[in-house]
Each structure stands twice: as structure tokens, then as C-alpha cells.
């Protein structure tokens, strides 16, 4: 049920946007060319919030190289834990997304980092049992723009 879900959203909602917003801006542009599409699905890996799949549209004004398939899960990594005959591994923070996203629309850190922490939202393990979740993730580097997505 939710493969059909997801095929009609992607067939009547999504695509359907791009196409609307496929028209010329002038200069070899178009209006999808200068805007960037998201969509997330609250679905992740297992029904948690890990593995969260999502797709971008447009370039953001050419800061974001299209027609790419980019998969951030640490696969030689270890398992963090198994659920419904799957196992949790260790990726990428979904924040650096969040700052990918930020930056491509044109905020600078200056803008959206709080109390001089690097990134955007929260990076906390508070009250969660670190056997439990991928508690490992280089924070040095959650303020820093997704590798491989620009051109």
C-alpha cells in the first residue's frame, strides 16, 4: 500500500510540479533550474528515523548538481541494531541536509547556527540509550555542505 501511495505522489504531486515549473526564465534557465523541490517521507528505514529517503528537484540556481542518485549509508559500517529483518547503520546526519538546503537558498552559518554551534538542529543523544542509536556521527563536520551534491 504505501509502494502505491508513493507512486501516485511521485506520479500526480511531484512530477507534475517539476513540469509546471519547467518554463523558460530566459538566459537557458528555467524556473525549476533556479528552485529546489523537496520531498521527504516521515518513513525511514524500518518505520524509523533513519535511512530516510528523499528527493530533490532543480538546482537551487546551479548550487546543486542534478540527475544524480546519492546514497550516504555507511554500508561497510557496523549495525547499530536490527528491526523487522533489517538492520540500522551509520550514515550521514539528515541536519547536513538541512545546512546543504540552507546554503543553496543563500543563508550563510552566521544565519541559522545557534549559540555558535555548527549545523542547524539539534545533534543531542540526551535520554536516548546510546546502544541503541547511531551516537558516532563525526559532529565536527554537521555544519559542513553534503559531499558530492554540488557541481
Known sequence: MLAGINGW???????KLCERLDVDEGGGTTVLDNSLIYWGNEMGFNHIAY????LLAGS?????????????????GHSYFGQE?????????????LVTILQAMGLDPA????NGQPGYGSTSTNGR????????????RVGDILPGIRG
Not at 51 to 54: D, E, I, N, Q, T
Not at 129 to 140: E, K, Q, R
Open 85 to 97: 529483518n533489517g538492520n540500522v547503520i551509520k550514515g550521514i546526519p539528515h541536519n547536513r541536509l
Open 60 to 76: 537551487a540556481g546551479g548550487f546543486i548538481q542534478p540527475g544524480r542518485y546519492l546514497d550516504y549509508i555507511d554500508w561497510d
Open 51 to 54: 535511512s530516510v529517503p528523499c
Open 9 to 15: 505522489i511521485a506520479s500526480e504531486i511531484f512530477a
Open 129 to 140: 540509550d546510546p546502544n541503541l542509536w547511531p551516537t558516532d556521527y563525526d559532529l565536527n
Open 111 to 114: 544565519d541559522y547556527e545557534a
